[in-house]
């Protein structure tokens, strides 16, 4: 096959955050499924193919390795790359947005990659909280798909998101993390109920927390974080007479003992930690911590920091399961509190 031939089925889309490797072994799958690509049709070679699509040579190699594994094509010695099936049948072809690649939002997809296996086509995009870029990404989405599974948080600017979302045929929608007002019709949702999960993990923690006077939640104005999180935050502490405050920032504010910081932002956890020492107060002592969303290393900073999280293991799981399944179910995500010693 010439190289010009090649690039008409097989390119890279650079806006994707699919890995490379997997754009290029998706896409001759893909060829493979409609016919352009036949049994015993020759592939460029690793070298060809670095230079005909412009990526590194370990990305191309590792893109055949791919292929090999799942049986798609065949090398011989000395004569190259062949495709070996005359046909490839994959259940799902799935467009995944998400906000951001976060720790925790990593853990949705290597979980939902891992349960769909090499049963699903995934094209991933992350738009960055960018509306602007959301509308734009779903609009100019290149080929239909079986599922669009999109993750809709925005800094700014996304009140009509629901008309962009309504765009796409409702049994082929699966709302991850947060729903949203106005999407219409039977579509699935997976979805974490803000205002009621922080209420409840607080009340879980009530019993810690009587130790302290006063509350305060770092909430950034330009955050992607939902209202919802707050009202479930000050319905708390009025039902259980704790003083409290919302702060923007944390960098003005005066750190008294008696008082306990909810951080949202991973980003703020570091600044806290350091603002907290900076005062020469002892952090589960005089100051509590309370993070926001579970991560592998928080159970070791200082002893444990203690956090409030949707299980995100669990969503990607749910997602696979409806993807699979087909239904249009709409699953909230339990919510977990890990108690250390930072309160």
């Not at 005066?254 to 991973?266: D, P, Q, R, T």
């Not at 070791?300 to 399961?321: C, P």
Request: charged content about 25%; proline content about 3%.
């Amino acid at each position: 096959m010439k190289p010009s031939e090649f690039l008409k089925y097989v390119q890279i889309d650079e806006y994707s955050a699919t890995p490379k490797y997997m754009q290029l072994s998706d896409s001759v799958i893909s060829a493979v499924e409609a016919g352009h690509l036949k049994k015993d049709d020759i592939l460029p070679s690793i070298n060809e193919l670095s230079y005909i699509l412009e990526i590194s040579r370990d990305t191309a190699e590792k893109g055949y390795k791919y292929l090999k594994a799942t049986g798609v094509i065949v090398s011989v010695p000395g004569k190259g790359y062949y495709i070996a099936q005359p046909s490839v049948k994959r259940n799902s072809r799935i467009f995944l947005l998400f906000n951001k690649l976060s720790t925790h939002k990593k853990i949705i997809y290597d979980t939902l990659v891992a349960e769909l296996g090499h049963d699903a086509f995934i094209d991933f995009y992350i738009y960055n909280n960018d509306f602007s870029l959301f509308k734009k990404l779903i609009q100019n989405r290149k080929s239909d798909y079986s599922h669009y599974i999109i993750i809709p948080h925005f800094v700014e600017g996304g009140e009509k998101a629901y008309e962009i979302i309504n765009t796409i045929p409702k049994e082929k929608l699966i709302l991850l993390d947060k729903n949203i007002k106005g999407v219409t019709g039977d579509y699935a949702v997976i979805y974490e109920d803000f205002e009621k999960d922080i209420y409840n993990a607080l009340y879980e923690l009530k019993d810690e927390l009587s130790k302290y006077h006063t509350l305060k939640m770092i909430f950034p104005n330009r955050s992607y974080y939902p209202k919802e999180i707050l009202a479930g935050f000050k319905l708390f502490c009025r039902q259980y007479a704790f003083s409290y405050k919302i702060l923007d920032q944390l960098s003005d504010e005066e750190i008294k003992k008696g008082e306990v910081f909810i951080n949202l932002m991973e980003d703020d956890l570091a600044s806290l930690l350091g603002h907290v020492q900076s005062f020469g107060l002892k952090t589960g002592e005089d100051v509590g911590i309370i993070s926001y969303n579970e991560t592998p290393w928080k159970k070791f900073l200082l002893n444990g920091i203690t956090t409030i999280s949707t299980d995100f293991k669990q969503m990607g799981e749910l997602t696979a399961e409806v993807v699979k399944s087909g239904c249009c179910r709409q699953i909230s995500v339990p919510f977990k509190v890990k108690l250390r010693s930072s309160i």
